[in-house]
């Protein structure tokens, strides 16, 4: 520990390169392995362990993180607000915000900027104009909508997932054999029906680093507005092409159609102004707008809620069921 100004303060952390690439294989798939991420890095699993032990004592790594996606949860419309708040009182903006849905991500910005990743309740959607008004004195600069979409085959979450979602939210690396035990099945079944949630884009996983933590480096979010949904890919592709060294990660919320949000490391401001010339210039692409962090929060609870919520309902339906009926379902 260090002192500063008389108060106790974690000590600081200068990042090297390969707590970089640590990092950004954590911000990909915060359950990747120690001996996975060893691989990929030429470490063993101990000297990885000991790594993220260290940016996890010393700040850096701040959370690891699971999030579902609100449609699979009921929600109609996804929101990304990007707003100058002209004031301290950002407890007061979520709030608000909560009244529309659930505020899933919070990130502050140089400047008195705040983004706002906001799942909408169903009947909610129509309210959203509203927002201009009851934010005051805070502005909103920008607002991006696009209404929630399933997957045919993840529209109805089994309460098989549903408990393996309620375990990874409280334990986002929670293994999967201790997953299997808790909720009663085999871990063969646990592994499969996780890299379902996954690859369907259900449940993304990730972690939180603190902007101020990461010395020698600072995190800068790149917000691109397409032309169309339907240059997304190919912009991607160009994007993750030339400037892989630098992504940290796509954020793993559910960005409205016209939207890619980057987030990016930098170690200065000069390579992080040629990277906004260079996505500017990309075909397809309308507008980009860069931000540098200060602070990402994100919010678990109200997932954590829906999902109980749902795994009651399942239980009392099964309840109701005939022993018959039960034993089928079951099988």
Known sequence: MTYLNGNMQKERHFLDETDLKIISILSKDCRASFMSIGNAVGMTSKSVKARVDAMISTGVIEKFVVKVDPASLGYGMSCMLIVREHTSHTDEIVSRLNLLGDVSIHSKCMGGISTFCLAVKEGHEDKLELLRDSL????????????????????????????????????PR??????????????????????????????????????????????????????????????????????????????????????????????????????????????????????????????????????????????????????????????
């Not at 085959?153 to 334990?171: F, R």
């Not at 871990?187 to 020698?216: E, H, M």
């Not at 339907?230 to 060294?245: D, V, W």
């Open 136 to 171: 005051k004195p805070a502005s909103i600069r920008f607002m991006f909508t696009s209404p929630s979409s399933h997957q045919s085959d993840t529209s109805e979450l089994s309460e098989i997932d549903l408990q393996i979602i309620n375990c990874l939210l409280a334990n």
């Open 174 to 331: 929670m293994d999967m054999n201790e997953i299997a035990k808790k909720i009663s099945i085999s871990p063969r079944t646990v592994n499969r029906r996780l890299a379902k949630l996954k690859d369907s884009n259900v449940l993304k996983f990730f972690i939180l680093c603190n902007p101020v933590s990461t010395l020698g480096y600072f995190q800068f979010a790149l917000v691109i507005n397409t032309i169309d949904k339907s240059f997304n890919s190919q912009i991607i592709e160009r994007i993750y092409g030339s400037l892989k060294e630098n992504i940290l990660c796509q954020p793993p919320i559910i960005d409205p159609d016209n939207i890619i949000t980057l987030l990016l490391f930098s170690r200065d401001f000069f390579t992080a102004d040629g990277i906004l010339k260079e996505v500017e210039s990309i075909t397809g692409v309308n507008r980009v707008e860069l931000f540098v962090l200060t602070d990402t929060t994100s919010y678990d609870g109200w997932m954590a809620k829906e999902v109980r919520k749902r795994l009651d309902q399942k239980k009392l339906a099964r309840q109701k069921l005939q022993p018959e009926q039960v034993l089928e379902l079951v099988s």
